[in-house]
């Protein structure tokens, strides 16, 4: 792991280690990633069932996530499918607010011969 930081140290932001798996309890990020769709999805929700303050819902989208591939002595970066959750929240302090979250379960089509 540590060649690997070394190589790619340039495009790397941070680092997290964890035996198995991480969980993210209550990650509050501002809108950065478009979707305008699934904000007004979640919006509507929320104005439809009077939901002021706290979850509001969890949308799910495939979108095209970073991979690593290796090739030869070479890492290549190969953007592939990936499921998305998008947990929106109304604080009472910061207003609306989502986390996105990548499962990273990337899916990958077989090819039979």
């Known amino acids: 792991m540590q060649q ?3 190589k ?3 495009d790397i932001q ?9 969980l993210f309890r209550h990650l509050l990020v501002k ?9 007004k999805i979640a919006r509507a929700y929320a104005a439809e069932r009077g939901i002021t303050e706290g979850d509001v819902c969890a949308l ?7 991979t690593f591939q290796h090739y030869k002595t070479d890492m290549l970066i190969r ?7 998008y947990h929106y929240r109304i604080d009472p302090d910061s ?3 989502h986390a996105r979250m990548q499962t990273w379960l990337t899916i990958l089509r077989s090819r039979r011969h």
């Open 4 to 6: 690997f930081i070394a």
């Open 8 to 10: 790619f140290q340039k």
């Open 14 to 22: 941070g680092v997290m280690s964890g035996f198995d798996r991480v």
């Open 31 to 39: 809108h950065v990633y478009g979707g305008d769709d699934k904000e």
């Open 60 to 66: 799910t989208a495939l979108e095209l996530a970073p």
């Open 79 to 85: 953007p592939r499918p990936c499921l998305t959750i």
């Open 95 to 97: 207003g609306w607010r």
